[in-house]
């Protein structure tokens, strides 16, 4: 029978094992803030969540956003978020409202699966959303990808298991 070292039991191997826990975190941290950077969006990916805009995108399908320049245009596919809710949207623009005023927009969206606009889901006394509500516009998508995500969070066990298993495989590395 043999027996493996703990990688963390000596002091230079915490040191390595803490230092590559670091790198990876912080690597990780950079990839992110470097897409906010180029898509000028507070969160360049993000999943869709639920079936309102079947056919679409489906539930797990993965966006990836860009803000951009120009202002929200009929047809157009956005995530929002609503003030009061951390869990953005994605629906599409059905209308835009542009003020004689200024540069004001006025913005009314629809789930393409959903029979009705989207006034119910806003925040209360709230009828249109404006450019400030907007997180990005889709450019792109990978179907299914996100499903990992929502199954842990449906399942949160499934998740700290995941966790433990992987900090184990980190703790008993034979490096």
Request: hydrophobic share 45%; net charge positive; proline share 4%.
């Given at each position: 029978?043999?027996?493996?070292?703990?990688?963390?039991?000596?002091?230079?191997?915490?040191?390595?094992?803490?230092?590559?826990?670091?790198?990876?975190?912080?690597?990780?941290?950079?990839?992110?803030?470097?897409?906010?950077?180029?898509?000028?969006?507070?969160?360049?990916?993000?999943?869709?969540?639920?079936?309102?805009?079947?056919?679409?995108?489906?539930?797990?399908?993965?966006?990836?956003?860009?803000?951009?320049?120009?202002?929200?245009?009929?047809?157009?596919?956005?995530?929002?978020?609503?003030?009061?809710?951390?869990?953005?949207?994605?629906?599409?623009?059905?209308?835009?409202?542009?003020?004689?005023?200024?540069?004001?927009?006025?913005?009314?969206?629809?789930?393409?699966?959903?029979?009705?606009?989207?006034?119910?889901?806003?925040?209360?006394?709230?009828?249109?959303?404006?450019m400030k509500h907007i997180m990005?516009?889709?450019?792109?998508?990978?179907?299914?990808?996100?499903?990992?995500?929502?199954?842990?969070?449906?399942?949160?066990?499934?998740?700290?298991?995941l966790i433990a298993v992987l900090?184990?495989?980190?703790?008993?590395?034979?490096?």
């Amino acid at each position: 029978m043999r027996l493996y070292r703990v990688a963390w039991a000596t002091a230079p191997g915490l040191r390595h094992t803490i230092c590559t826990a670091g790198l990876v975190v912080t690597s990780a941290l950079i990839i992110w803030k470097t897409l906010m950077l180029v898509t000028g969006s507070e969160s360049p990916v993000v999943v869709v969540l639920s079936g309102s805009m079947e056919p679409g995108f489906r539930r797990g399908d993965i966006l990836f956003l860009n803000m951009g320049s120009k202002p929200a245009r009929t047809g157009e596919i956005v995530v929002f978020n609503i003030d009061g809710r951390d869990i953005p949207i994605v629906h599409r623009v059905i209308k835009v409202h542009e003020r004689a005023e200024g540069n004001h927009l006025d913005i009314l969206t629809k789930g393409d699966n959903n029979y009705g606009d989207d006034r119910l889901l806003y925040a209360r006394g709230q009828e249109w959303l404006h450019m400030k509500h907007i997180m990005g516009r889709a450019i792109g998508y990978l179907p299914y990808m996100g499903m990992v995500t929502i199954i842990m969070n449906d399942y949160p066990m499934l998740k700290y298991g995941l966790i433990a298993v992987l900090g184990l495989l980190v703790i008993t590395s034979k490096e």
